[in-house]
C-alpha cells in the first residue's frame, strides 16, 4: 500500500477532518499480531521509534533551498558536497549561465534548505527531496552535476529518473576500491 493509498484509506475510515488535524489516535496491526497506537507510544511490545516508518510513509519530503536559478537555455543543476553548501559553485555558476540556466540547490540539512528533526539524513531521503523539489521546478530534462556527497546523491537520482538526467556529472564522489 503506497502513501496516497494509506491516506485515502485513513480518510475514508476516519474522516478527512481526523487526518488533516489528529492523527494520533491511529492503531496499527503488524503482520506479526502486534498492535501499535500512537497515542500511548508502547504497545505489544513496539516502540515508537521503532514504528516512525508511519510517519515517514504520510511526510512529504521538504522542499530544498534554490540558491540560485540564473541564465537561460539548457538547464544544468548543482548539488554540492558534505559540509558545504551552493556556495561551493559561486564561481561555476558564471562561467555556463551565458549559455545555460544554471540551478544551484542547497542539500538537506545544509546552508537555507530545511533540516528536519526527524530526518536519517539517508541517501533515499536526499534523493526524495531533491525529487519534489526539481518537481516543483518543473524541470523536464537537465544535466545533473553532483560534488562529493552530491555525486553519491547525483548518481542514485540518475538511475531513479534515467529520462530527466540528460547527462551525468560526478566530480569527485567518494568512491574509494579496494587496493
Partial sequence: MGP?????????????RALRHHTTFITIRSSAGHDWDSESNVSGGLYHDQMGWIRRLLRRPP???IAGDVGAGPVVVLLHGIASSSVTFENVVPLISARHRAVSIDLLGFGESPAPVDAQYTLEEHVAALDRTLRRLRLRQFVLVGHSMGALIAARYAATRPRQVTRLVLVSPPVYLSP
Fill in 63 to 65: 522542499l530544498l533551498h
Fill in 4 to 16: 496516497r493509498t494509506l491516506i485515502r484509506f485513513i480518510e475514508e475510515t476516519l474522516g478527512s
